[in-house]
């Protein structure tokens, strides 16, 4: 089994926040993700992804189909955007990076498995120092 993990970068705004709570349990609760006035973050998506060599062609996966499927699916649709209001996959949710991993994990494993390899990882980093991983 071979993996290969295909990078990209995306910025969004967000806010973490319960509607019905007030601004001040949303802070206590969500702490500086949850400023009524936005903030963004540049985040970092790591997309891994599994399968077997085809020996006819050394690889399992062509990588310019796997950025095109993450393209279509994910950047095009939140990178400068609002996470909150604008993302269709994320409606309903509470913007966290755990609720988008999980989010992002479900638009691409169809797609990848169309393609005959297996999603494995999808892991975002929204600070240098957070980064989130979703295994299914
Ligand atoms: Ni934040």
Known sequence: MIYITRRETFCAAHRMCREEWSDEKNLE???KCSNPAWHGHNYVLSVTVRGEI???LGFFINLTILKKII???IIEKID?????TEVDFMKGKIATTENLAIAIWNEL???ISEHGASLHCVRISETENNTIEFYG
């Open 29 to 31: 609760i969500f702490g």
């Open 54 to 56: 085809q020996e006819e």
């Open 71 to 73: 393209h279509e699916r």
């Open 80 to 84: 400068h955007r609002n996470i909150n």
């Open 109 to 111: 494993k169809p797609a």
